[in-house]
């Protein structure tokens, strides 16, 4: 009597369960990932070079799983037409061949066997889409450790520029002591100007910057009075005063304002006062 079904090839069980090399390798980019944030003084293009690398290979990876698991799919889809082609081959010989109960026995064996390689190849169906899914999620946590990398690190260039990505600038405390116009004219003699501060996370920044010249001392800021606008309060570099962080009972009369490296606070001084102080670059170097 003819062999009812055929063996799958064992290549293409081999084949759905080559994913399982892929969570070792996730695991490794993770290890990377993980390596790289510790490390600050890699430059921000690294960053983002590595991360953009990252995230292609997960999508690749994610492509081919999802193309393993349709192919896993078309062959159950050939297996349960085996099956069912086989069944019917069963009802012709029991019908026929009643008195082969033997060879009905057989074919009815090879169908449990296929019924059983047909639940083996649905669970590593199972386990595919359990995998695709956990790579989506890691793509999807690697999307956000880049915006949170985007969003706090710092980098520091050879001549002590700080840079904060946030706002896409660069800071430097001065150690040196100038009235607030010589230190505007310091800065503007190297086409910058004094700082301006936007945020409470740009102002933790400045504070913490100025504190690794001096951790209780007051630096100029780019803030003064403009007398010809009512004496408001205006930035040197023309952007708007969006955000103040004044002390207690300040602003005062005086008309330049300055922060205290100690706690972040604004106050009020006069220009004549020698202060350090801290320059503002928007422009990469």
Request: charged share 35%; aromatic share 8%; glycine share 4%.
């Amino acid at each position: 009597m003819p062999e009812m079904t055929k063996e799958l090839p064992a290549k293409s069980v081999k084949r759905i369960e080559e994913p399982a090399i892929s969570l070792k390798k996730i695991a490794q980019l993770e290890a990377d990932l993980e390596e790289m944030k510790k490390d600050k003084d890699v430059e921000m293009s690294r960053w983002t070079t590595k991360i953009a690398q990252i995230e292609a290979n997960l999508m690749g990876k994610i492509a081919k799983l999802e193309a393993d698991l349709v192919d896993g799919r078309e062959r159950n889809r050939d297996l349960e037409r085996k099956i069912a082609e086989t069944k019917r081959k069963n009802d012709d010989l029991e019908a026929q061949l009643s008195d082969q109960n033997t060879e009905v026995k057989e074919g009815k064996a090879k169908n449990g066997e296929l019924e059983g390689k047909i639940n083996a190849l649905q669970s590593k169906n199972f386990d595919l889409e359990t995998q695709i899914q956990f790579e989506r999620i890691k793509t999807a946590e690697l999307v956000k450790w880049q915006t949170d990398l985007n969003q706090t690190l710092t980098f520091v260039d050879r001549d002590g520029w700080s840079y904060l990505a946030k706002t896409a600038s660069w800071y430097k405390a001065i150690d040196q002591r100038m009235t607030f116009d010589e230190a505007a004219a310091y800065c503007a003699s190297r086409k910058i100007h004094l700082v301006s501060i936007h945020s409470q996370e740009e102002n933790d920044f400045v504070e913490k910057l100025a504190k690794t010249v001096y951790s209780d001392a007051s630096f100029w800021i780019g803030l003064k009075r403009n007398p010809d606008k009512g004496n408001a309060f205006e930035w040197t570099d023309g952007s708007s005063v969006d955000f103040t962080n004044w002390d207690e009972e300040e602003p005062r009369s005086e008309t330049h304002a300055d922060l205290w490296s100690g706690d972040g606070k604004w106050g009020t001084s006069h220009p004549t006062f020698q202060y350090h102080f801290i320059c503002k670059r928007s422009s990469k170097f």
